[in-house]
């Protein structure tokens, strides 16, 4: 089974954030954001260090392991809602 959960909450006011990951059997992992493209494959981790899309309101971060042998997942996913603006 495999997980992605962006800053551990539903919101944030950053665009720095931290993904935790979870995939059992994974070698490696790219990521996107909700209108790009996937980057390069990398080592699996459990933690990704990640930039959110400068737009306010919800976003996704889509992510997709792949194991050694090369068998990819289908693509795994959270939201967050992005508000840089603090409340008065």
Partial sequence: SNSI????GATTS?????LSLSSTGA???RFKNDSGSYG???????SKSWTLANTQGTRTVYVQFKDA???ESSAVSDTIVFD?????
């Fill in 69 to 71: 042998a090369g068998n």
């Fill in 40 to 46: 390069s494959y990398e080592g699996y981790s459990t």
């Fill in 5 to 8: 959960s962006i800053a551990g």
């Fill in 27 to 29: 070698s490696y992992m």
């Fill in 14 to 18: 950053s665009t720095s954030v931290t």
């Fill in 84 to 88: 840089s603006v603090p409340p008065p």
